[in-house]
């Protein structure tokens, strides 16, 4: 399994800086890729001290907004296939994410009140992401409860709750928005999903959650891999079953939390990468966690760079971006689950 891990781990931390690379060196203000590196190169402690050549606007752009924007794309990116993961892993089902257990969406609303009555700076910068995982954690309850009949979670009507709900929110933060038409721009930009306008100071923000939420989630590698036979065979095999579940849940909805509260709505990141990864590396978790955290930054991180750069000067949202991306692949889940089905039927 360690040799599996480090071959793929590997090849993903290669891809990772390749793309990191790529996302660096273009951008809508046009600079070289001889002054973006060299900025880059100039930044570096042991180059401290030389005078600099290149204009301190362009210095802000590389150091400031476009590094910046990387590292929190793919911070981002992280958290939310982390929690895709933890998701799919407790349900036991590969269509369960943030997004389609509505759990997003309950952080969103959260998220929105304090956005649209001005109160996102109550206590600092840890006002939205700490409203945004607590209707979070009441959403899944909502949704978990909706889902239960007699004493049993059913998988499809476990998403179909997730589904309604989701719509449900989604009204409310419609209707939260309606009633403040000072912050109409704003909350609509951030229900799209965006990057732009955001600064070291929410890099500084998700990577104290993501440095706690992945510790947790590799912890529990190996009991999700045996919740696939089961958590009846899960708890024959040792496993506290409730105590994982709780603590899967609690981590996975907390990194959707502070993710959604900084980049707003973006969906099926949590749904296509840990799928993907199961795909081609197969079920193990105690592999597909850690790789899920590099890969969702990844994907997130090219998703963003085609936001600001497909129509440059112009930038589309993430959201929309992701959803061209996810929408596609979540129907192709739903058909190859229906055909497999059938097959078995």
């Given at each position: ?89 407790v349900l036991r089902n590969p269509l369960a994410d943030p997004f389609t257990l509505g759990v997003a969406s309950g952080c969103s609303v959260g998220a929105a009140f304090l956005i649209v009555f001005g109160f996102q700076t109550v206590i ?153 990864l199961r795909l081609l590396v197969g079920p193990d978790y105690r592999i597909i966690i850690p790789l899920s955290a590099i890969g969702g930054g990844i994907y997130l991180l090219w998703a963003d760079t085609l936001a600001r750069t497909m ?35």
């Open positions: 399994m360690k040799i599996k891990l480090y071959t793929y781990g590997g090849a993903a931390m290669l891809l990772l800086l390749a793309s990191i690379v790529v996302s660096l060196s273009i951008g809508s203000a046009g600079l070289p890729l001889r002054d973006v590196w060299g900025i880059l190169v100039h930044q570096l402690p042991w180059m401290d001290g030389g005078v600099s050549k290149w204009d301190a606007g362009d210095i802000a752009i590389v150091t400031q907004l476009r590094l910046s924007r990387v590292l929190l794309a793919i911070l981002v990116g992280a958290c939310l296939s982390l929690a895709g993961a933890g998701f799919q892993g600092g910068i840890w006002s939205v992401p700490l409203v945004a995982f607590i209707t979070g954690i009441i959403t899944l309850l909502i949704v978990f409860t909706l889902s239960r009949a007699r004493g049993s979670m059913n998988v499809e009507t476990l998403i179909l709750s997730g589904v309604i709900v989701q719509a449900f929110l989604g009204a409310i933060v419609s209707f939260m928005v309606s009633l403040s038409q000072g912050v109409v721009n704003e909350i609509m930009f951030w229900l799209m999903g965006s990057l732009s306008a955001r600064s070291w100071e929410h890099v500084k923000l998700i990577l104290p959650f993501l440095l706690v939420g992945f510790p947790v989630l590799i912890r529990y590698g190996q009991p999700l891999n045996l919740f696939v036979f089961g958590e009846r065979h899960a708890a024959q095999m040792g496993i506290n079953v409730e105590r994982t579940k709780l603590l899967v849940l609690i981590t996975s909805t907390l990194l959707t939390a502070v993710a959604v509260s900084i980049a707003g709505v973006v969906g099926f990141v949590g749904l296509v990468v840990p799928h993907l129509l440059s000067p112009k930038e589309i949202s993430l959201g929309v971006v992701t959803a061209l991306i996810g929408a596609p692949f979540f129907a192709y889940l739903l058909y190859r689950r229906k055909v497999l089905q059938g097959g078995s039927s």
